[in-house]
T-cell receptor, first 109, second 115 residues
Framework: AQRVTQPEKLLSVFKGAPVELKCNYS??????LFWYVQYSRQRLQLLLR??SRESIKGFTADLNKGETSFHLKKPFAQEEDSAMYYC???????????FGQGTILTVHP | NAGVTQTPKFQVLKTGQSMTLQCAQD?????MYWYRQDPGMGLRLIYY???????DKGEVPNGYNVSRLNKREFSLRLESAAPSQTSVYFC??????????????FGPGTRLTVL
């Protein structure tokens, strides 16, 4: 069965520092991978997906099939990036997502 | 557009009571989903509906039933609530579903406590 692991439950950085949220997955086929974010008092929303290969709010994520990883990176963290981040894997049709445990990112001023 | 709406926002039940969580979307999406969110567990899929008239089990379906009432509405029923069902429940929808890789749009969540 597929699995998504986010090894850090909590991650704290200072404003302007680089940040990397780790995500590893187990799946032998070609995965569809996503990062979802939940800001305080807001709904869970899509941040980015690997098939789009885009940068959203300064965040990027590269799929590394050899290491089965999809880490989320930003070179200069901002206070407004503080949120819960979920990595998610879609291995089937019908859009059934498998989520990681989530990482709470806190960016200190 | 309201997007995905859920009712109620909060609910407290006693063990053994039943209730239905309601979800509706106004984006004409084909697929709808129910997740539960527990600390340290992330979101886990309970049931999903790939299209109107179809439903299927997700990762943690035991103790739940669903109804895809029409294209807009997808309800989740707890027949006999247990303390282990204390959680935050999220409904979501996506446009195509069948193709995979779609963005899912989430509702605001229902916080359920079972005593």
């Amino acid at each position: 069965a597929q699995r998504v692991t986010q090894p850090e439950k909590l991650l704290s950085v200072f404003k302007g520092a680089p940040v990397e949220l780790k995500c590893n997955y187990s799946y032998s086929g070609s995965p569809e991978l996503f990062w979802y974010v939940q800001y305080s008092r807001q709904r869970l929303q899509l941040l980015l997906r690997h098939i789009s290969r885009e940068s959203i709010k300064g965040f990027t994520a590269d799929l590394n099939k050899g290491e089965t990883s999809f880490h989320l990176k930003k070179p200069f963290a901002q206070e407004e990036d503080s949120a819960m981040y979920y990595c998610a894997l879609d291995t089937t049709s019908y859009g059934k997502l498998t989520f990681g445990q989530g990482t709470i990112l806190t960016v200190h001023p | 557009n309201a997007g995905v709406t859920q009712t109620p926002k909060f609910q407290v039940l006693k063990t053994g009571q039943s209730m239905t969580l309601q979800c509706a979307q106004d984006m004409n999406h084909n697929s709808m989903y129910w997740y539960r969110q527990d600390p340290g567990m992330g979101l886990r899929l309970i049931y999903y509906s790939a299209s109107e008239g179809t439903t299927d089990k997700g990762e943690v379906p035991n103790g739940y039933n669903v109804s895809r009432l029409n294209k807009r509405e997808f309800s989740l029923r707890l027949e006999s609530a247990a303390p282990s069902q204390t959680s935050v429940y999220f409904c979501a929808s996506s446009e195509l579903g069948l193709a995979g890789g779609d963005e899912q749009f989430f509702g605001p969540g229902t916080r359920l406590t079972v005593l």
